[in-house]
Each structure stands twice: as structure tokens, then as C-alpha cells.
């Protein structure tokens, strides 16, 4: 890996990850973010939202194939949206839930059940409670 190239920091979005066929595949993927590294790209910017849990999952298994990546990765991870897919309440809408129980199990998720050892920063999205 090579030093960081930039001055100031730049995330890269994750959002679409998975709608990305030639990235779909764990070891392609690990290939893609080691070519980041290499350009001095380290912030990539994550949510538990982001095609439903798919694109954290698949960003923890290339790391999982690369562990050498892990230390050089830096993640920005965010949680708090409850999807209306994924409301359980009577009303099916999408909304905000920082509850601390939520919050905890949404960022143990970020930076442990994907795989992830990397340095992390999260952040709730919506108003704390």
C-alpha cells in the first residue's frame, strides 16, 4: 500500500455496491478495494440500508479473503433507518430508530458481523434519543 494521496478526506459510497455485476464477486471486489488503497483511497462510506444489509456483507467477505487490507481501510459506517421492509410495526414506513439496543446491535453489526476490523467511525442517522 502506498501513502495516502490526498489531503483531505474522501469517501467512497458504497450504496450501489451490489448493483455493480463486475464487483459481485468477494475476491473481484477484494482486487478493487486494494486498487483504492493503492490510490490513496481508504475512506469508503457504509450503512446497514445500503441494498439491504448486502453491500456490508459483501465488503466484510473481501475483506475476510484479504485480511492484510483491514489495517489500511477506514469505514464510515451509519445506522438508524429502519426500513420500511424491515418495520415490524403495524405501519410498514420507513423511519428513525436510535434507540440504544438498536444503535448497539446496528454498530456491532458494522464492525464486527461483516467481517470488519478495520477503523471505524459510526454514526446514527435521525434524532437521538
Known amino acids: 500500500m502506498t501513502t495516502p494521496g490526498f489531503d483531505v478526506p474522501f469517501l467512497l459510497g458504497m450504496m450501489r455496491l451490489c448493483d455493480s455485476p463486475s464487483l459481485s464477486d468477494p475476491s473481484a471486489l477484494a482486487d478493487w478495494i486494494e486498487a483504492r488503497l493503492d490510490e490513496g483511497l481508504v475512506w469508503f462510506d457504509h450503512a446497514d440500508t445500503y441494498g439491504d444489509r448486502r453491500c456490508e456483507t459483501l465488503f466484510g467477505e473481501a475483506l475476510a479473503l484479504r485480511p492484510a487490507l483491514k489495517p489500511h481501510v477506514r ?55
Open 75 to 129: 469505514v464510515v459506517a451509519k445506522a438508524g433507518v429502519v426500513l420500511r421492509s424491515r418495520d415490524s410495526s403495524r405501519f410498514g414506513v420507513k423511519h428513525y430508530d436510535t434507540s440504544p439496543p438498536i444503535s448497539t446491535r446496528q454498530s456491532t453489526a458494522a464492525c464486527h458481523g461483516s467481517a470488519w476490523s478495520v477503523s471505524t467511525i459510526f454514526s446514527c442517522s435521525g434524532p437521538i434519543r
